[in-house]
């Protein structure tokens, strides 16, 4: 079932509330005077040039950078409980020869015992659990180094899932993906979104898909040029003359 919501109120910690955001750094504005609001089981797609302030803005909401103004996970009035926010970054680099396998990163973040020890049978099907929620079981003993761009993201998409968060972030998840790679992890946010009604929020370059599957898009260059469905915002004078382009394509 959909429980994606479109401006109802909404009281849960996967609610995402921001008010009049600002980030400086010395005395350059990086973000002036941002205002969001992501609402349960919305995907929310936030983008701008580079340069723009978007991973500022997540790292505001991740708590590794100060700002001035309001971060909330509640409508106002109602009592804000801390959710738990997962997050994939950018994609990290890994040395293709490393010998170090998905199995192995999983036990390096969710287990005490040393990797190379090797994975217990309860925790070797922890993992596939993990895995089996963006439908990789297959990728468990493949080296993390060898993987491609979208095993890659679905790999760190099944760490970020584990414990299930109310609030996903994704800062370009779609970079380094082909087209077929980007539609299944697109279909497979989706699905996640759906089944567990939690909220995402991520940044991206790539605009081709916003259309079938974000609820709001976001325009930044420091500010907030423009936000609302993506028809509006793809068809908008604002994204022509920031990115030259029509309707999201050249």
Known sequence: MNLTHHGGSCGHSCCLRVENLSVKIGADDILKDVNLHVHCGELVALIGPNGAGKSTFLKAIL???????????????????KPRIGYVPQ???FDPSDPVSVADLFACCMSRRPAFLGLGKSMRQTVLDCLSRVHGEDLIDKRVGTLSGGELQRVLLALAL????NILILDEPLSGVDVEGMQTLMDMLDEIRKNYDLS???????????RQYADQVVLIDHAVLIQGPPDR??????????????GGSV
Not at 162 to 165: F, G, I, S, V
Not at 233 to 240: I, N
Request: charged share 25%.
């Open 200 to 210: 995402i929020l991520m940044t991206t370059h790539d605009f081709s898909l916003l």
């Open 162 to 165: 584990e414990p299930m968060p």
């Open 63 to 81: 708590g590794q950078r100060e700002y001035e103004g309001v971060i909330a996970f509640s409508e106002p009035g109602q009592r804000s409980k």
């Open 233 to 246: 915002v793809l068809d908008s004078e604002e994204f022509h003359r920031t990115f030259h382009l029509r």
């Open 91 to 93: 994609s990290p680099a």
